[in-house]
């Protein structure tokens, strides 16, 4: 599904005003000033998703996963390669001695910057559409990009869609990227692109 420029615009500005929101969040949070940054959007069907990804994404993924249902439903993620996750949490988490890998501490940090994000994400979108949306509680998995990928293909017959928000991280003259993917049904992408056309 291609989307118009004046659509993946207007997605882009719905976008910004979520991440302004979870920066905000972030930077309470830390005690850091986070800045959140969206460089780019795009949307494609779930089973192209591996090929969207696997330029970037090489090695294990950290992924924190919501599902969330109402009258739009589907599931969102935050995507970190591995290394990312470990600079990213060593950076928001002073206390930590720096290993290379994700302890407790690190798992319980990411797993609530993922919370405030695609809570600040799906909470503008319902804003949006003027619906009230559900969220399950979020949870960390470490996986192969692959594995990840299959366990979304197969939660439902229905064809879908994902909107990939590639992100960057910034804070304490660090850059680290991420991807935000929303996996929606063809209604729910539907509604969302109706009310998105009528900021145009």
């Known amino acids: 599904m291609l989307l118009t420029a004046q659509q993946i615009d207007s997605l882009v500005e719905v976008i910004n ?3 302004g929101r979870a920066a905000a969040s972030l930077s309470d949070l830390t005690g850091h000033r986070v800045l959140l940054n969206v460089p780019k959007v795009s949307v494609a069907p779930l089973y192209e998703l591996q090929n969207v990804l696997n330029g970037a994404i090489s090695s294990d993924v950290a992924s924190v996963h919501q599902i969330f249902t109402g009258a739009v439903a589907g599931s969102a993620l935050l995507l970190l390669d591995y290394e990312g996750a470990v600079a990213l949490s060593g950076l928001l988490n002073d206390s930590r001695v720096p290993t290379g890998r994700l302890d407790a501490s690190d798992r319980e940090v ?3 910057v993922g919370n405030i994000l695609l809570n600040a994400c799906l909470g503008t979108f319902g804003n949006l ?3 009230h949306i559900s969220f399950s509680v979020p949870r960390l998995q470490i996986e192969a990009l692959n594995g ?5 293909t197969i939660e439902s017959e229905e064809l879908k869609y994902a909107l990939v928000v590639l992100t960057n991280f910034q804070l304490r003259d660090s850059a680290i990227g991420g991807y935000l993917v929303i996996v929606l049904g063809v209604s729910s ?6 009310e998105i056309d009528k900021l145009g």
Do not use: G, P
């Open 17 to 19: 005003i979520a991440f």
């Open 110 to 112: 990411l797993t609530e």
């Open 129 to 131: 559409l003027r619906v």
């Open 148 to 152: 990840l990928l299959q366990s979304l």
């Open 189 to 194: 992408l539907d509604l969302l692109l109706a």
